[in-house]
Nanobody, 115 residues
Framework: QVQLVESGGGLVQPGGSLRLSCAAS????????MSWYRQAPGKERELVAG????????NYADSVKGRFTISRDNVKNTVYLQMNSLKPEDTAVYYC????????WGQGTQVTVSS
């Protein structure tokens, strides 16, 4: 079955960096677009970044453009989110998502940006 396992979250100071990873299994990874979403307390889940199958096309929420970079490794079946210049408003649980007939979510990884 489809499984998505996120890792790499943690506590970081404003201006710092984190790299999230999402290890995928149970489907042919290279055939599907992948996305990162986030959900802050009291807010709706929102799309952060997406990447197409080959990695040649990406898209970002306006709030993270120029600071976050999504990438993928189709050999390791992993999608990454490099987050730089982190701000307190980036604090959220970050989720990996794929739509394989139906949508699948990982368990999420907490990112806290605070001094």
């Amino acid at each position: 079955q489809v499984q998505l396992v996120e890792s790499g979250g943690g506590l970081v100071q404003p201006g710092g960096s984190l790299r999230l990873s999402c290890a995928a299994s149970g489907f042919i990874f290279s055939r599907y677009a992948m996305s990162w979403y986030r959900q802050a307390p009291g807010k709706e889940r929102e799309l952060v970044a997406g990447i197409l199958r080959t990695g040649g096309s990406t898209n970002y929420a306006d709030s993270v453009k120029g600071r976050f970079t999504i990438s993928r490794d189709n050999v390791k079946n992993t999608v990454y989110l490099q987050m730089n210049s982190l701000k307190p408003e980036d604090t959220a649980v970050y989720y990996c998502y794929v739509r394989v007939v139906t949508g699948y979510w990982g368990q999420g990884t907490q990112v806290t940006v605070s001094s």
